[in-house]
């Protein structure tokens, strides 16, 4: 491999992870705004239920607008050639993984919520290695460094009122850390010429993120809809209807899409890997954020340190996919 070849390499692995970490900060939205709406009393359910709804109304509407009437056509085709699938997908991706992250929002403050997310981090590679995907033991070794990153962030922060509160906080974020690049996998898989029971479905519309992010939150409608009946929540008020809206836009389509491009762009395990790993640097949006919005104090030593482990294990990690890794 020549030198030529590997800065080439190193550069669509940056350009990569920049889009990653954009899509991390726009991500933090959730927790912020998941928390808010938590305390204000509002129900877990609609702050989940509610983003998906906002975000097939802004995707078709915008669709609509921009007069792209045959990949709607496309998309709906898909869908019923693919809705088992698609049903699943979403269900995973989408509809357990955000609803876990809600429930967590009225237990725990929200960047409790974004630090045990990380954990997200280390699920990857073994979510990859369930669809027979390698990850190399070095680049392992640096997500560790991330995660101690991560640890040192919680120690900072972090202040448990009851074990119940704990574990009503944590373990929700523990699973959903697993079925959201579990979904996310299943989609990658199907485009790439599906996996044992995955179909096949390779269609030039899917090549668009928003394509993906459509079908996925169709396919978490019934999810959302036996949810609903199930809990049957108290209606939303006025104040979650727009902090759901503003979650949809800035997390669910925003974020998502950047996310979902960028690791369509990937072309191995290790790169999927670094894009999942950028995902760390929510935690430092999600401080930020509360510190400027809801007069959160900076973090103390040890929080520095953590975020600088952090953005250190990341860089690294990034490095060394192509060094022999």
Known sequence: MTR????????????????GTLSAAFFSSTFILNRAMSLEGGHWVWSASLRYLFMLVFLLGGLTLLGKGTVLR???RLYRQ????????GTTGFGLFYSLICFSASY?????????WQTTILASPLVLLFFGKRTPTRALLFIGLIFAGIVLVNLEHATVSSLRELLLGAVPVLIAAIVYPLGNQMVWEA???????IPAIQAPVLENPFSRIILLSVGSLPFWLVLILLTEPAAPSAGQW???ALVALFSGVIATGLFLQARHLTTNSYEISAIDSTQSTEVVFTLLGEVLLLGAVLPGTLGFIGIAL????????VKAQYSGA
């Open 4 to 19: 030529q070849t590997n800065l080439q390499q190193e550069s669509h692995v940056f350009r990569l992870v920049i889009i």
């Open 74 to 76: 496309q998309l709906l």
């Open 82 to 89: 693919h809705w088992l699938f698609w049903t699943l997908a």
């Open 108 to 116: 725990a403050p929200g960047w409790v919520v974004a630090t045990t």
């Open 191 to 197: 485009q790439k010429g599906g996996y044992k029971a």
């Open 242 to 244: 727009l902090n759901t």
């Open 310 to 317: 952090t953005v250190t294990g990341l860089v690294f990690y």
